[in-house]
């Protein structure tokens, strides 16, 4: 899974290299840098830090973990936001691209890191996640060209509240799944008006469901028996291919490769190569990642989705969410996870 957004304390990540937002000075600092010295020993790593000595803001040094579930600590050193007039983004990237830069010099095929420069720095966070973001996905993609094995990035983010984004990126989207997620027990009520009623619409019509229930006009068990011959008479005329049969199909029809829907589902190989399997079916939200990569129209996603036997759920935000990119031919999986995240859902992967 090349970029992945965890919600987690980064000291109890297990990567190849865990990400300090280290003091400049070989001293311990506050917030992610303190936590870090008490998680990996305090003594040891102090003493390999005062080894190295000053760090210039933009730049990033590595020593061993220690106590710490990782091979490496690289100590990134993120300047401080001043306005935006004094190069600050710039080397807010170089920082990035050291921390990048180290861990390929080691061959870490994992790292953990926090949003660099958004505490005590001041940093927009905004900017610094598409920061984050620009310079993984470009580290990535290179190593995936080497035919390197699998690099991943995780974004590690400690809690919701830090990780609201200031700026107004979702705003359109926010307000169309507040207005949407709102009506999904309206629509529930209207299928009780349908001639086949879920055992919850039974439930908000307070009806028991007995074993003498009838149906319309037709017996529980009459009804059964009815439904059993009918469905293998569709069965032996309608029976469809298999996912994975559509959705390669799909893939050869967009002219698109393998590699590039992966890369642009952000998911791994391994996982793509099970998709081959003609009995595998992945997960809802892998799906989903797909219909991006593919950059589906709805009517074709929604009919990829019938091959998987799913459909989107008007109660949840990440269906909803989805919707809505697809709708606006907005095919960014990264993008939509750093939306879930901010609305403290899970991200697609």
């Not at 008490?38 to 005062?50: I, N, S």
């Not at 890191?113 to 996640?129: E, Q």
């Not at 490769?257 to 892998?286: C, G, M, Q, W």
Request: net charge neutral; charged share 25%.
């Amino acid at each position: 899974m090349p970029l992945k957004i965890v919600r987690n304390n980064i000291v109890h990540m297990h990567a190849d290299a865990i990400v300090n937002t280290a003091n400049p000075y070989p001293v311990v600092g506050s917030g992610v840098d303190a936590k870090i010295y008490q998680a990996a020993g305090l003594e040891e790593l102090l003493e390999a830090r005062q080894k190295i000595g000053s760090i210039p803001a933009g730049q990033a040094v590595i020593t061993p973990a220690y106590k710490l579930n990782a091979k490496y600590i690289i100590h990134a050193v993120s300047p401080c936001w001043r306005g935006g007039h004094n190069c600050e983004a710039k080397l807010l990237e170089s920082t990035y691209e050291s921390i990048m830069e180290l861990a390929v010099q080691h061959e870490c095929r994992s790292v953990a890191m926090p949003l660099l420069a958004t505490g005590n720095n001041h940093f927009p966070r905004g900017m610094s996640l598409d920061l984050a973001v620009k310079v993984a996905t470009k580290y990535i993609d290179a190593l995936d060209q080497l035919d390197k094995e699998e690099f991943t990035v995780y974004l590690v983010i400690y809690d919701a509240a830090s990780f609201t984004v200031t700026q107004d990126r979702f705003a359109e989207l926010n307000e169309y799944i507040d207005e949407h997620f709102a009506v999904s027990d309206k629509m529930l009520c209207e299928c009780l008006e349908c001639d086949y009623l879920p055992e919850r619409a039974y439930r908000e019509k307070n009806i028991r469901i007995e074993d003498n229930l009838v149906l319309g006009n037709v017996p529980k068990v009459a009804y059964a028996k009815a439904s059993v011959k009918v469905w293998d008479e569709f069965i032996r005329k309608e029976q469809m291919e298999s996912f994975s049969d559509h959705l390669f199909k799909l893939i050869n029809k967009k002219g698109f490769t393998d590699t590039e829907v992966y890369k642009r589902a952000n998911i791994d190989r391994r996982l793509f190569s099970k998709l081959r399997k003609k009995n595998y079916t992945p997960h809802k939200k892998t799906i989903f990642a797909l219909l991006l990569a593919l950059k589906l129209n709805m009517d074709e996603a929604m009919d990829l989705m019938r091959y998987a036997g799913i459909t989107f759920a008007p109660n949840s935000i990440t269906d909803l969410a989805v919707q809505w990119f697809l709708s606006k031919k907005m095919y960014d999986v990264i993008e939509l996870n750093i939306f879930l995240a901010n609305r403290g859902e899970e991200p697609l992967n």
